[in-house]
């Protein structure tokens, strides 16, 4: 009576409880019950004693949750400590299980280790140039602001124009859009030093650039207001060059330097030193070695702009906004401007951006191959451990606990992976760093960070975690009593696994066979770029480019003594064949802004302006180069009122019949004003930017200026081995104060300008390589498998006198199979894929049929190598032995 009065009290204690809820309880009612008999047993009534033994045992609600967490931290640690003990096992038991399949292992985890290594490699450099290219605050919000004109850009490469300070000054006072612009100006000029002058980089900004970049200086201050309203020659070091060239002195505060330019010399005292960490938005260029206040009341300075967006504003918005205050900005005529504004993510203006996308979508495919590799050899390893995991289940294993275990052997193995993948990617990445072009410079910025590295991780527990789980499906799938009964691996053979398995290597074939189109694609476009006629020739071939300082070289007549003085000592050099003068030299382009005409065509917008290529040459330059005159003469009147011109063979036949483009006058107009000039002659094309750059678009070569103010030397010569020596040292003897002149071989500049696409054609080749070697190893293990799964059956066959020619062909013809059938799956994939790289493409199509019919044909000859060990095997089997054997 007295324990139903017990159990009445607890009517409201949950239906549903864990074991150690149940515990507490019962604790609480014996407890009770026990005491309550005591009192009975002293004379009380049993409705009395049990109202005692619960006054003296205190407030029942607090002291059940005291027990109750009480038992539940016991039950936590009890958990946890059996939880670590079996998390212990289970990670004994898998490294000696893995150990004593030392070769399955160390395919396994290199299987991983070059795909997670190739992807970091890459996703490392997508991290530093594409993701997070400036270390800025609020980095989503940060644009660069440049001004592209109106009529667009036809120029074939990223050329823009940077504001003038009336605009940037209207930009910065009237922007609602912008949370901050700010503008600065990076050129090059001369630290004056003991010895010769060095070369170091300048960038003039305003105070509030370090509060935009989240930095403050070193030591020292900033500039002030009153420095930069008065013109002060004051300057702060970077942390680079103070700690180089200084030796990180304290003392440096209030010193003087000089610094030379195209003006002159001049002296300027260092009020500060800033950070390393401060740097401007380009990528991968020059750290800043000198900073100076920035002049913005100089109406003819161009300024680079970067800016931090509101939050929630678009680019859209704050292009509508920048354009409307450039028309208000008192320096086009009103209504009449012929630029736009251009605003773009910093990650916009990496050159290569298109290709390293493409490598990334290739090193994407490369990891899936690898994934679908060792999904295949799990599955293959789960099927030879049947008998095993039957037996186990047999003595009392649940499915659990070998789900369990199976998930922690390929956490191992996927960490192993991971690991060596992140030391591949490191040493790849800087292989990448070392191997780069040097039209690449943006790759010295690459680096191993922080999102990468999760990027890892996450990757090796997705794959721990699928691969645990396909070994857990399978095994899950087998009966025990069938795999008990087996006698032999041979009879254990499911054809739903061996189906499954076929699809892996299927689906591998397919990702290589579109890598292998891509990787053919670019192939043949580096071949086509190396072969492509250039219209003239580089060998023997040389630019000289000389920095004349306006402060000594005031005087255009004084310029002009000056090449006229080296171009007569060159003239005069040995094996010296030609040489003539000409405002730019290969590789490099000059444009003249404003809108085209043809004279006796419809005008266009007199507002409009566009980029119209310009070199100013002498008579010899055609000759020297190696360009062929194909209709007129030569210049034979170089004043500005002749207003002579030739053009570009393929602008001429864009406008005019053969014969024809003689006698037509044409100009770029600014604003409606230009000097009209006459065509007197037609050049052959020439691609002096570099192979594939031909184009209907105008190449105005006019006549050089005696007094230019800017001027390249083209030097032709045969067997001069170190042409650039002979004019350091005709220059030093000139004028021994000038910095020494830039000498580059024409040869060295076309192949710069191809090295970008070769160097990704390689990259993609090297992606495509291995990951046709790891579907060459998903082939040769689902073949070398099933040949061992048929050991008794070929064996039979050949008792019967099947030929070996026969038992061999069956095999190869699997084989070959499966790499047609992926093949067909990566070449629809290739169909779409290809139209992705078009833009890379030159001289071949994106679906260049002799591209696509190599892909297939090489996929099936690796196929084909693949089944030779299988096949040997096969050809190989003892009938008889087969037969007993089971």
């Known amino acids: 009576m007295i324990r139903s009065g017990v159990r009445r009290a607890f009517r409201l204690a949950l239906r549903r409880r864990d074991r150690w809820e149940r515990e507490v309880e019962d604790e609480i009612k014996l407890h009770l019950s026990l005491r309550a008999e005591q009192l009975v047993a002293q004379g009380a009534t049993p409705e009395e004693a049990f109202r005692e033994a619960a006054r003296r045992f205190g407030p029942l609600t607090e002291s059940r949750a005291r027990l109750l967490e009480a038992a539940r931290h016991r039950e936590l640690r009890m958990h946890r400590t059996e939880y670590v003990a079996d998390l212990r096992q289970d990670i004994s038991f898998a490294v000696r299980t893995l150990g004593r399949q030392k070769g399955w292992t160390a395919i396994t985890i290199l299987t991983l280790a070059l795909g997670i290594g190739a992807t970091t490699a890459v996703f490392s450099v997508v991290s530093s140039l594409l993701l997070h290219p400036i270390p800025y605050p609020d980095a989503d919000r940060v644009?660069?602001?440049?001004?592209?004109?109106?009529?667009?850009?036809?120029?074939?490469?990223?050329?823009?124009?940077?504001?003038?300070?009336?605009?940037?000054?209207?930009?910065?006072?009237?922007?609602?859009?912008?949370?901050?612009?700010?503008?600065?100006?990076?050129?090059?000029?001369?630290?004056?030093?003991?010895?010769?002058?060095?070369?170091?980089?300048?960038?003039?900004?305003?105070?509030?650039?370090?509060?935009?970049?989240?930095?403050?200086?070193?030591?020292?201050?900033?500039?002030?207001?009153?420095?930069?309203?008065?013109?002060?020659?004051?300057?702060?070091?970077?942390?680079?060059?103070?700690?180089?060239?200084?030796?990180?002195?304290?003392?440096?505060?209030?010193?003087?330097?000089?610094?030379?330019?195209?003006?002159?010399?001049?002296?300027?005292?260092?009020?500060?030193?800033?950070?390393?960490?401060?740097?401007?938005?380009?990528?991968?260029?020059?750290?800043?070695?000198?900073?100076?206040?920035?002049?913005?009341?100089?109406?003819?300075?161009?300024l680079s702009i970067v800016?931090?967006?509101?939050?929630?504003?678009?680019?859209?918005?704050?292009?509508?906004?920048?354009?409307?205050?450039?028309?208000?900005?008192?320096?086009?005529?009103?209504?009449?401007?012929?630029?736009?504004?251009?605003?773009?993510?910093?990650?916009?203006?990496?050159?290569?951006?298109?290709?390293?996308?493409?490598?990334?979508?290739?090193?994407?495919?490369?990891?899936?191959?690898?994934?679908?590799?060792?999904?295949?050899?799990?599955m293959v390893r789960t099927a030879t451990r049947r008998r095993e995991l039957a037996v186990r289940v047999a003595l009392g294993a649940g499915r659990t606990r070998l789900f369990r275990q199976l998930i922690t052997e390929s956490f191992i193995l996927a960490f192993a992976g991971a690991g060596g993948g992140i030391l591949l990617g490191w040493l790849g990445l800087k292989a990448l760093v070392a191997l780069r072009p040097a039209s690449m410079t943006e790759l010295t910025a690459a680096h191993l960070d922080l999102t990468t590295l999760g990027v890892t991780i996450a990757a090796s527990v997705l794959s721990g975690i699928l691969f645990g789980v396909i070994g857990a499906f399978e095994s899950s799938k087998q009966s025990t009593h069938e795999a008990l009964k087996a006698g032999s691996l041979a009879t254990s053979h499911a054809r739903g696994h061996d189906r499954l398995r076929s699809l892996l290597v299927v689906s591998e074939m397919a990702l290589s066979a579109t890598l292998i189109v891509g990787a053919t694609l670019l192939i043949r476009t580096?071949?086509?770029?190396?072969?492509?006629?250039?219209?003239?020739?580089?060998?023997?071939?040389?630019?000289?480019?000389?920095?004349?300082?306006?402060?000594?070289?005031?005087?255009?007549?004084?310029?002009?003594?000056?090449?006229?003085?080296?171009?007569?000592?060159?003239?005069?050099?040995?094996?010296?064949?030609?040489?003539?003068?000409s405002l730019v030299p290969p590789g490099a382009r000059s444009f003249s802004i404003g809108t085209f005409e043809i004279d006796g065509e419809a005008a266009a917008n007199a507002a409009g302006a566009s980029f119209t290529d310009v070199n100013d040459v002498d008579n010899d330059f055609f000759k020297t180069m190696g360009i062929r005159l194909v209709e007129g003469t030569l210049f034979t009147d170089t004043t500005e009122a002749a207003g002579q011109v030739i053009v570009n063979a393929a602008f001429a036949r864009a406008h005019w019949l053969p014969g024809r483009a003689l006698g037509h006058r044409v100009r770029v107009a600014y604003q409606g004003q230009g000097h009209w000039r006459t065509i007197v002659g037609v050049a052959a094309d020439a691609s002096t930017t570099g192979p594939g750059t031909h184009s209907t678009a105008p190449l105005l070569y006019g006549p050089k200026s005696e007094y230019s103010l800017q001027e390249s030397i083209m030097v032709r010569t045969a067997g001069v081995k170190d042409l650039a020596g002979v004019v350091r040292a005709l220059v030093k003897t000139i004028d021994p104060q000038l910095s020494p002149p830039h000498v580059e071989s024409a040869e060295a500049i076309v192949a710069r300008t191809i090295s970008g696409p070769r160097f990704t054609m390689l990259l993609l080749t090297a992606f495509t390589f291995l990951a046709l070697v790891l579907a060459a190893v998903g082939l040769y293990g689902v073949m070398a498998y099933s040949v061992t799964q048929q050991t008794r059956e070929i064996g039979i066959r050949i008792a019967l006198g099947a030929t070996r020619r026969t038992i061999a062909k069956a095999v190869v013809l699997r084989g070959v199979l499966l790499a047609i059938t992926g093949a067909g799956v990566g070449l629809a994939g290739a169909f779409w894929g290809s139209r992705l790289i078009a833009k890379m493409l030159y001289g071949v199509a994106p679906l260049d049929p002799i591209s696509f019919a190599a892909g297939a044909l090489l996929l099936i000859l690796t196929a084909t190598a693949a089944c030779v060990v299988p096949t040997r095997r096969a050809l190989a089997i003892d009938p008889i032995r087969a037969i007993r054997a089971d």
Request: glycine share 8%; net charge positive; proline share 7%.
């Open 307 to 378: 800016g931090r967006l509101r939050p929630h504003m678009t680019i859209s918005a704050a292009t509508r906004e920048l354009d409307a205050l450039a028309l208000r900005a008192d320096v086009y005529p009103p209504g009449k401007a012929p630029f736009v504004t251009m605003v773009r993510r910093p990650a916009e203006l990496i050159d290569f951006r298109d290709s390293l996308i493409m490598l990334t979508a290739a090193v994407a495919l490369v990891l899936l191959v690898a994934c679908a590799n060792v999904a295949h050899l799990m």
């Open 143 to 302: 644009v660069i602001v440049e001004q592209q004109p109106n009529q667009g850009n036809n120029t074939g490469i990223r050329v823009s124009i940077t504001p003038a300070s009336p605009i940037v000054n209207a930009w910065r006072t009237g922007s609602h859009i912008f949370e901050s612009l700010e503008p600065y100006r990076a050129r090059g000029m001369l630290l004056r030093t003991t010895g010769d002058p060095a070369p170091v980089r300048v960038t003039s900004i305003l105070p509030s650039f370090l509060t935009f970049a989240n930095e403050r200086p070193l030591i020292g201050r900033i500039f002030s207001a009153g420095e930069i309203e008065n013109k002060a020659p004051v300057a702060l070091l970077s942390e680079g060059i103070w700690r180089e060239r200084f030796g990180a002195d304290d003392k440096v505060l209030g010193r003087s330097i000089t610094i030379g330019g195209q003006i002159g010399d001049s002296a300027y005292t260092i009020i500060g030193v800033l950070p390393a960490s401060l740097q401007t938005p380009g990528v991968g260029r020059d750290r800043t070695d000198i900073w100076f206040p920035l002049d913005l009341t100089n109406r003819n300075l161009g």
């Open 526 to 581: 580096v071949v086509n770029l190396q072969r492509t006629d250039l219209g003239f020739e580089p060998k023997g071939l040389y630019a000289v480019n000389v920095s004349l300082p306006n402060a000594r070289y005031r005087t255009p007549a004084s310029r002009a003594a000056f090449f006229n003085e080296i171009a007569a000592r060159l003239r005069a050099t040995p094996s010296v064949r030609g040489l003539a003068f």
